[in-house]
């Protein structure tokens, strides 16, 4: 396309093989609209357990925790337990697995329910996306009562046994339902992919400094309704909780100006708002966007 060779700014516009750049921009958004159904996107399917959980224990001496245990637990303990309430906190290295730049379209997250009181009907166990970061430290506890904290473990009030309180005693978490399921019997369970749990995990991806994780919170109402479910320390690796994400790996096509995955009408609207200028759809380097850039452009159409 670059037959005329080297050309000052002006011959450039001359060679503008669509005109104006007005009635390029026209012709643009009339290739847009006919161009929207573009293929679809490759998708990539990532699974993994928990990096850490723990249970965040309600108790009189408020240092107890459980990171290093098999179990956490969810909901309110009956009246040996004084009533008091258990929630899960846990939390998974997503950046650590999915791609930098990656488009997270879905997410499902299975725990594994190991224990139900006699005579609890399904409970309704949520996922809330915690605020703030917090330990798994090494206390090991057989049952849901927790052990003494070690230090750095999630405790009632400490994110960070024993010099880190929450701002609110009982984990900073927020007040969205990002995920829910009912939990009946001892099994697997899954939630659904939700658009909050999605918007969640793609947050965490983009800024994993303030991946805290989710809160798994039980029926905190009414005791004996409480839920243990398996952790990443669980013997059996098909107990653990299991996080799947799909996702879209970000565009390594430089001529896929706008990252979507396809070089279409969108990209070339993109070069032609560059006509004659610099810009990154100058694909060729030469200082300027024009006829030979668009050339390679529309070599690589639809890849
Ligand atoms: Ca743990
Ligand atoms: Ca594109
Ligand atoms: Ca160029």
Not at 152 to 181: E, L, Q, Y
Not at 186 to 214: E, I, K
Not at 286 to 295: E, P, S
Request: charged fraction near 15%; aromatic fraction near 8%; proline fraction near 7%.
């Amino acid at each position: 396309m670059d037959e005329h060779g080297p050309v000052k700014e002006k011959s450039v516009k001359r060679s503008n093989p669509l005109g104006s750049p007005e009635w390029s921009r026209g012709i643009a958004a009339g290739m847009l609209a006919i161009l929207t159904a573009a293929a679809p996107l490759a998708a990539d399917e990532v699974s993994m357990t928990s990096v850490k959980d723990n249970t965040l224990i309600e108790d009189p001496s408020l240092a107890l925790s459980a990171g290093a245990s098999s179990s956490f637990y969810s909901g309110r303990v009956g009246s040996n337990g004084g009533n008091t309430l258990r929630r899960g906190v846990i939390a998974f290295d997503i950046a650590g697995v999915v791609p930098e730049g990656s488009t997270i379209t879905a997410v499902t997250l299975t725990l594994r329910c190991s224990k139900v009181p006699s005579g609890s009907a399904a409970q309704l166990i949520k996922l809330q996306r915690m605020l703030a970061d917090w330990g798994e430290g090494n206390s090991v506890a057989f049952g849901g009562g927790g052990a003494p904290a070690t230090p750095g473990s999630a405790t009632w009030v400490n994110r960070f046994h024993p010099t880190d309180p929450w701002t609110t005693p009982g984990g900073d978490f927020s007040s969205t339902v990002s995920g829910s399921v009912m939990v009946g019997a001892v099994g697997n369970y899954t939630f659904a992919s939700t658009a909050a749990m999605v918007a969640d995990v793609q947050a965490w991806l983009d800024d994993p400094a303030n991946n805290f994780g989710w809160a798994v919170i039980g029926n905190e109402t009414t005791p004996q309704q409480i839920r243990r479910f398996d952790t990443h320390e669980s013997a059996l690796p098909a107990w653990r909780p299991n996080l799947v994400i799909t996702f879209e790996p970000p565009s390594t096509n430089p001529y896929d100006l706008n990252g979507d995955g396809i070089v279409n009408g969108a990209d070339l609207a993109i070069l032609l708002s560059e006509w004659g200028e610099p810009g990154p759809a100058d694909f060729n380097g030469d200082g300027t966007v024009g006829g030979a850039d668009l050339t390679l452009l529309l070599a690589a159409w639809g890849l």
